[in-house]
């Protein structure tokens, strides 16, 4: 298995995708753009357009999206790796890779609390947060980015941690409450510094996932106030009703919903948030790995389920996972747009599907077939091994 990050070439790289059907922005505000093709330059999109507008000549990789769809990479907002691309939790091999084949381009840490013999202690829970964030910086399995490195806060930590975290690289920490750390007041201390030092937290909200974890409710969430509700839904199990949607009203933070939470509950939120108008602060995560396994098309089924049962139109489930969470992450992924990482996946309507097109297949609760994902302007994979198969898939006609 090659895992390694793509070599970085000397020579320029220009890749164009055109004969795009449908191109799916990941921003809320417009997510279908009337474009039919992307040029990207050294792995970050230059243009999006009409072919007949944009100067297409010189490209080092064509692909003929074949009419697909063209979305940006998912972005997985809550996992647990541990080290490569293992996870202890169920003994499992290659779980990352098995989520490239889902669409999942990125995929932020919320804590490599599965570590078996994870340090607790100070220095040690710094060391090994900074050994992933090195380890997972280097290592991409399929090219998948992660960003590891995600300290459990413990206490006595004091700020001068958090500012050595920060130099080291780490962006995030690891979720509030999976540690010692389990009263508002030393939370909300301990978070403010994180972002004094521009390290994003994320809270675990409701009931204990691991042994050592407990139940977080509304009043220390919202007392804590991290960047990040984390699993709104539960992980695994979720909050009152009354609870998550007071959440949604007093909470101007990101709303995570999770597959490895309670689904009713994840529903509440989404209609909360968009009763309140609220829908730009969801964002969506798998929890994997975790008890009830990883989830390879976790991110997919939580745009089908929310789409069809949450009742919002596709395209708008789409950006919850991929321009959402770029915003609320901070990451340069996530949008169809100039300027950004030229990560994507190809979608088409799964063959068979009851749906007359990609968007009312997935609207009726269908998975769309995953095509190819590309990732920095490269492509990772093609056809999926994971999704149904979609009916057209792309091909590379020049590389
Ligand atoms: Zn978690």
């Not at 889902?102 to 202690?121: F, I, L, N, Q, Y």
């Not at 030229?342 to 609760?365: E, P």
Request: net charge negative.
């Amino acid at each position: 298995m090659s895992h390694d990050g793509p070599a970085q070439s000397a020579s320029p790289n220009k890749l164009v995708i055109r004969n795009i059907g449908l191109l799916l922005s990941g921003d809320l505000d417009h997510p279908i753009l009337d474009a039919d093709t992307v040029v990207a330059r050294d792995g970050v999109i230059h243009i999006v357009g009409k072919e007949k507008d944009v100067d297409t000549a010189g490209a080092t990789t064509t692909i003929d999206a074949n009419g697909t769809a063209l979305a940006p990479g998912l972005i997985d907002s809550h996992v647990h790796p541990v080290c490569g691309d293992w996870t202890p939790r169920q003994n499992q091999f290659g779980w990352i890779d098995s989520c490239l084949h889902g669409g999942v381009t990125t995929m932020v840490s919320a804590g490599e609390v599965h570590t078996p013999g994870r340090p607790k202690d100070i220095v040690g829970l710094k060391a090994m947060a900074i050994f992933a964030q090195r380890a997972f910086q280097s290592f991409r399995p399929g090219g998948v980015k992660v960003f590891a490195g995600a300290p459990v806060l413990e206490h006595g930590m004091l700020e001068e941690d958090f500012k050595e975290l920060a130099a080291a690289g780490v962006k995030f920490l690891g979720e509030v409450g999976l540690g010692s750390v389990k009263d508002g007041v030393t939370g909300r201390r301990m978070v403010a510094w994180a972002r004094k030092y521009g390290i994003q937290s994320t809270i675990h909200t409701g009931g204990p996932s691991i042994p050592g974890s407990s139940l977080i409710d509304k009043d220390m969430v919202l007392e804590t106030d991290a960047d990040v509700v984390g699993h709104i839904n539960g992980g695994h199990t979720a909050l009152p009703d009354d609870q998550i949607m007071a959440l949604c009203e007093r909470s101007p933070r990101a709303l995570e919903i999770v597959h490895n939470g309670n689904e009713r509950a994840g529903l509440l939120a989404l209609r909360t948030a968009k009763e309140l108008k609220q829908l730009h602060r969801v964002i969506l995560g798998t929890d994997s790995p975790a008890g009830s396994g990883v989830q390879p098309l976790g991110i997919l089924r939580m745009i089908a389920m929310l789409s069809s049962l949450g009742e919002i139109p596709a395209e708008i489930a789409i950006c919850l996972a991929t321009g959402n969470t770029a915003k609320m992450r901070s990451l340069n992924c996530g949008l169809i747009a100039a300027g950004r990482e030229a990560s994507f996946v190809f979608l088409d309507t799964a063959q068979q599907s009851a749906g007359k097109n990609l968007l009312d297949s997935i609207r009726k609760g269908d998975l769309p077939g995953v095509g190819m994902v590309v990732i920095d302007g490269a492509v990772s994979i093609q056809r999926s091994r994971n999704t149904p198969p979609a009916t057209r898939v792309p091909e590379i006609v020049k590389s």
